[in-house]
């Protein structure tokens, strides 16, 4: 793969939040992407109120269950659009390929008659 990678297992960090809570700014990071409970929610904001914007954020998004069903469609079928569009573009260099190699055996063919028609008439 050409990205870096980190898989970060968040069901085996929620037990260390139980255990430890959020010590420093990647435990609120995966705190603010990994839990749900509202315990922990409070928490968080208290300690790091720069995650209060994106909780009401989160919050007004799903307030309006239209918007939040349009968006994660719209993007689905723009992921579906671009995969299409690529499916498409491989079928067709697929297809150039295959008649580029037809052309070059059908130019050998007429190359191979043309020398034998030359050397038909010149006896």
Same mark, same amino acid.
């Given at each position: ?62 307030? &309006? /269950?239209?918007?939040? +069903?349009?968006?994660?469609?719209? $993007?689905?079928? %723009?992921?579906? #659009?671009? &995969? /299409?569009?690529?499916? +498409?573009?491989?079928?067709?260099? $697929?297809?150039? %390929?295959?008649? #580029? ?23």
């Amino acid at each position: 793969m050409l990205q870096k990678f980190i898989f970060i297992p968040v069901d085996i960090f929620l037990e260390k939040l139980h255990n430890s809570g959020v010590q420093s700014e990647l435990d609120a990071w995966l705190t603010f992407l990994g839990c749900d409970e509202s315990e922990y929610i409070l928490n968080l904001i208290d300690t790091h109120p720069n995650f209060k914007p994106l909780y009401y954020d989160l919050y007004s998004i799903c307030q &309006n /269950t239209e918007r939040m +069903m349009t968006m994660f469609f719209s $993007e689905e079928l %723009k992921i579906l #659009d671009d &995969n /299409t569009v690529k499916y +498409m573009v491989d079928q067709l260099e $697929e297809s150039n %390929k295959e008649k #580029d190699a037809t052309i070059a055996e059908q130019a050998a063919t007429i190359a191979k008659l043309q020398e034998e028609l030359q050397k038909y008439q010149s006896k």
